[in-house]
């Protein structure tokens, strides 16, 4: 069974950091895209960042750039968001998600076939 595994979420302070994990079984992931989105209460689910399947090239959405960065794992079956100086704004449960084989990066939610069951993250003010 494919699985995504998120994990490093929590309660945090605002400007604090948090590094969220992804860990795929199942079958590699290491020729796929992958990305992460966040969905807050009450709000749709959206596009964080994304990576291409050689690492080579990452996609940010505007109101996380600069402050988060997405990188995967040597083996590049696992993949991470390092999230520094969060927001209150950041607050949302945080999904791992991946493409099919050998496909590009993208920010586009509806392009991305597996998903994890998330991990919360609160900011608090």
């Known amino acids: 069974q494919v699985q995504l595994v998120e994990s490093g979420g929590g309660l945090v302070q605002a400007g604090s950091s948090l590094r969220l994990s992804c860990a795929a079984s199942?079958?590699?992931?290491?020729?796929?895209?992958m990305g992460w989105f966040r969905q807050a209460p009450g709000k749709e689910r959206e596009f964080v960042a994304a990576?291409?399947?050689?690492?080579?090239?990452?996609l940010y959405a505007d109101s996380v750039k600069g402050r988060f960065t997405i990188s995967r794992g040597n083996a590049k079956n696992a993949v991470f968001l390092q999230m520094n100086s969060l927001k209150p704004e950041d607050t949302a449960v945080y999904y791992c998600?991946?493409?099919?084989?050998?496909?590009?990066?993208?920010?586009?939610?509806?392009?991305?076939?597996?998903w994890g069951q998330g991990t919360r993250v609160t900011v608090s003010s």
């Open positions: 998600a991946a493409r099919t084989i050998f496909t590009i990066a993208t920010m586009n939610l509806g392009e991305y076939s597996y």
């Open positions: 199942g079958r590699t992931f290491s020729n796929n895209a």
């Open positions: 990576i291409s399947w050689s690492g080579g090239r990452t």
